[in-house]
Each structure stands twice: as structure tokens, then as C-alpha cells.
């Protein structure tokens, strides 16, 4: 007497299928940070731009200032003393015009400031006055986006 199965036999399940929910946890996870994580570096002073109700969005390609409420001044990421802010800030520029950013859409004498909103208008038109001397032949004075 032969016994037929009413049910169609299943293959047992393979260890590998059980691991597929937590690769795709482990692929979310890795997406979540990447996104949520921090692209750019933190300045090397703390500063609380002005706000701006103005839209426009600087070059990101430029020689950074970041001037904070005491008057300390960071050139690209490194504080400095305001003596070799000269020195050091024509290296920077005469780099890029090695560079090639005169093909850039802002000139090479381009420089972004990051200033605290609370610094003293003084320290701020001083500091605009030595880059000015420096040949500096413009500056973007960064800000954050005001809500409307």
C-alpha cells in the first residue's frame, strides 16, 4: 500500500535565508549614517554666523576666515595669530592661483569670512581693512539662512 502526502514537501529552510533580515538592517543602518552624518569638517573656532534672509549660496572652493566673538582667527581649519594672518593668507592665496582657480567663477583674491554674529563691528572692519591691504579683492561674509 503506498500512502500519498496530501501536502507537497517543502524544502527545509537554509541557514543563509535566516541572515537576510539583518543584512538589510545592517545596509540601513550604513545608509542612516551615512546621511545623517557630519560631510563636512567643524571650524576650528566656534561660531554663530548672522543670519541672512538673502538666498544666495557662496563658492565652497575659496581660502576660509572663521572670526569668532573674541577676535581669534582660524585660516582654513588652523587657528592663528592675527600677526601671521599675512603671511600665511597670501601663501594660501598665491596656492590657488597656482591651482588654476582663475578658470573658477570667483577670482583667485576670493575669500569666504565666517564671522560671529556677536563680534564688534571694530574688530570686523579691521580685519576687513588688512585683508584689503593683503590684496584681497573680495570677501563673502558667510551667513545662515534666516526662516522666512
Known amino acids: 500500500m503506498r500512502l500519498t502526502p496530501t501536502e507537497p514537501q517543502r524544502p527545509a529552510p537554509s541557514a543563509d535565508a535566516s541572515l537576510i533580515p539583518l543584512i538589510n538592517v545592517v545596509f540601513l543602518m550604513l545608509i542612516f549614517f551615512m546621511v545623517v552624518g557630519q560631510i563636512t569638517a567643524p571650524d576650528a573656532l566656534a561660531v ?78 579691521a580685519l576687513m581693512r588688512q585683508l584689503r591691504t593683503l590684496g584681497v579683492a573680495r570677501v563673502q561674509l558667510e551667513a545662515r539662512q534666516a526662516l522666512r
Open 48 to 125: 554663530d554666523p548672522p543670519m541672512s534672509h538673502q538666498g544666495l549660496a557662496g563658492e565652497r572652493d575659496l581660502v576660509e576666515l572663521v572670526l569668532d566673538r573674541e577676535g581669534r582667527i582660524a585660516l582654513d581649519g588652523r587657528v592663528i595669530a592675527l600677526p601671521d594672518l599675512g603671511p600665511r593668507l597670501a601663501a594660501r592665496l598665491d596656492e590657488r592661483k597656482r591651482r588654476g582657480a582663475s578658470a573658477a567663477p570667483a577670482p583667485a583674491s576670493t575669500v569666504n569670512l565666517k564671522a560671529d554674529a556677536a563680534i564688534e563691528i571694530g574688530r570686523l572692519r
